[in-house]
């Protein structure tokens, strides 16, 4: 009883569908009469159920499908509504280009046009896909040259990230660009990335020897003391001139850090330049620079001489630090300038 209020309360239509899956069915059999002769058709309470019940699947899923299709169809009209709207943005935006757009009847687009206009910026879109394809392949040959030249150099992984640490902040940022253009994604993003760090520890290296014509006394490394005669680093190069050219330069603009005597480097020079890299001059017969002064590369920071309690002879004794660690003066300049003539080629 309790469950007859209940269905009497539900609409007719889902109470007709609830009633005909819920009924208890009987077999039944049907009487048929022809030609005066009686036949029988017994349907079992099985079959009802089936038949009843399989209708209304049946039924069921017609509905859902009508349903689906229904969906669709808006969404796909939404969809086509979105992209004219689309097309009809492109156009205003290209009109507003230019100068003669005063004229509303311009602004008003036929299906044909939406359709040229769609072209048009797909082809556009290609060409810039090459485009970047093929400075891609650019790029990553560059960064390959680049990190040989950066192993040849003797600069430590630990080095490399002191200059990258010590770069300006601000300005230009790659990963503004990467975010916002889907084209610069993904392994273009990487090689970008990758070559823009090694720039800019190349740029940071000093380029030019503090004496035009030079041979070297004693090299970057382990040697013997020339007067101690133990073995210790050496942590720059010893430099001759060769052709009596006496003026010391600095291998890089920067400012005068250090200007004074000292008991082994004797009159020595120490100029800072960016991002952590500084240079050293030590045995000068003179000092041409105080502390505090800009120096550029036409600069005279002193003479070469034989002063400090460490030489030997009338030579230049040059450094070269980052962060503080000694790098090896040859391979650094080397290198540095091998960027300056990749640079000059590509102008």
């Known amino acids: 009883m309790r469950f007859n209020r209940i269905l009497k309360s539900i609409?007719?239509?889902p109470r007709l569908v609830i009633k005909g899956w819920t009924r208890q069915y009987e077999d039944a059999r049907i009487i048929l009469e022809q030609n005066g002769d009686l036949h029988y058709l017994n349907i079992s309470a099985r079959v009802q159920s089936f038949l009843v019940r399989g209708g209304i699947l049946a039924t069921g899923v017609m509905l859902a499908s009508i349903c689906v299709l229904l969906v669709t169809s808006i969404g796909l009209m939404a969809s086509r509504a979105k992209l004219e709207r689309s097309h009809e943005e492109v156009y205003r935006a290209l009109l507003s280009s230019v100068s003669d757009n005063d004229n509303p009847d311009r602004l008003s687009m036929s299906e044909e046009q939406m359709v040229a206009l769609a072209q048009t910026i797909r082809d556009r879109d290609m060409s810039i896909r090459r485009f970047v394809d093929t400075?891609?392949?650019?790029?990553?040959?560059e960064n390959v040259t680049m990190k040989s030249q950066l192993e040849s150099s003797g600069l430590t992984e630990k080095i490399v990230k002191i200059i990258q640490q010590n770069s300006a902040n601000g300005g230009y940022a790659l990963e503004d660009d990467v975010k916002d253009n889907p084209l610069l994604r993904g392994k273009v993003a990487e090689e970008l990335s990758s070559n823009r760090g090694m720039r800019e520890v190349m740029y940071s290296l000093p380029s030019a020897m503090p004496v035009p014509n030079y041979s070297v006394s004693s090299d970057f490394g382990i040697r013997r003391h020339p007067i101690t005669g133990q073995t210790h680093f050496h942590t720059g190069v010893d430099m001759l001139s060769q052709t009596g050219e006496e003026k010391v330069h600095p291998v890089k603009p920067g400012v005068v850090v250090l200007a004074e005597f000292q008991n082994q480097l004797g009159n020595t020079v120490v100029v800072r330049h960016t991002n952590g890299v500084e240079s050293l001059y030590g045995h000068m017969a003179n000092l041409q620079v105080k502390l505090g002064d800009k120096v550029t590369l036409e600069s005279v920071l002193g003479n070469i001489g034989n002063t400090g309690s460490s030489s030997t002879g009338k030579h230049l004794h040059l450094e070269i630090l980052i962060g503080g660690y000694p790098v090896?003066?040859?391979?650094?300049?080397?290198?540095?300038q091998y960027v300056q003539q990749i640079q000059n080629q590509q102008r």
């Open 11 to 13: 609409p007719l239509v």
């Open 328 to 336: 090896n003066p040859q391979k650094v300049i080397r290198t540095a």
């Open 135 to 141: 400075s891609m392949v650019a790029v990553a040959q």
